[in-house]
């Protein structure tokens, strides 16, 4: 093979690999490749709340409802059993040392999924942590909101981003998140 033509191959590798970069940047995104079967949902919560405690509480994941008219947030009128976003607060220790909380991701059935399947239900879990104060709770229950509705990690230094993780003390979403989710699900 003669030298300019390695180079030509060379350089087009690097052309398509970087295509290949962009393109899957933004393909992917900071969101999972699954997602709710539908986004309109019915919540409940685990063990017993007030209805006011329960309102106050829902302010947290409607952060994220209010932000696409695709995902509709709206009482479950049956049992715990048949709604769709599941809430889990202060219930439990955490399961390891120091995690704040937890999504689960499920069938209509009950089987468990993965991020990448289509979801029927999720339950969010903020688990009891004696690191994290009221605050990190909320930033925490909103992070966890964030996951069911296919919100994956992001990490940029400085920016005060939900879906970072660890201890927050704030619980907006970011415009950068704003514009993921109506990415992932239509504005
Ligand atoms: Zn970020
Ligand atoms: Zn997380």
Redesign the pocket.
Same mark, same amino acid.
């Given at each position: 093979m003669s030298k300019i033509i390695k180079r030509t191959l060379i350089v087009s590798s690097t052309i398509v690999l970087l295509l290949f970069f962009l393109v899957g940047n933004n393909a992917f995104a900071?969101t999972f490749s699954g997602k709710y079967t539908t986004g309109n949902l019915t919540w409940k919560f685990a063990g017993s709340y007030s209805s006011e405690t329960q309102k106050k509480l829902l302010k947290y994941p409607k952060k994220w409802t209010a932000l696409s008219s695709k995902l509709n947030l709206t009482e479950e009128g049956n049992s715990y059993k048949y709604s769709r976003f599941r809430v889990r607060y202060k219930l439990t220790k955490p399961p390891t040392s120091g995690l704040l909380g937890r999504t689960f991701f499920f069938t209509k059935e009950g089987s468990s999924l993965t991020y990448t399947d289509r979801w029927w239900k999720a339950t969010v879990s903020v688990y009891n942590n004696s690191d994290a104060n009221t605050t990190n709770k909320h930033a925490t229950l909103v992070h966890e909101a964030g996951h069911a509705f296919s919100m994956a990690h992001?990490? +940029?230094p400085g920016?005060k +981003?939900i879906?970072?993780q660890g201890l927050k003390n704030y619980t907006s979403v970011s415009t950068?998140e704003k514009n993921e989710l109506i990415g992932k699900w239509g504005s």
């Open positions: 900071n992001c990490n +940029h920016k +981003h879906m970072h950068y």
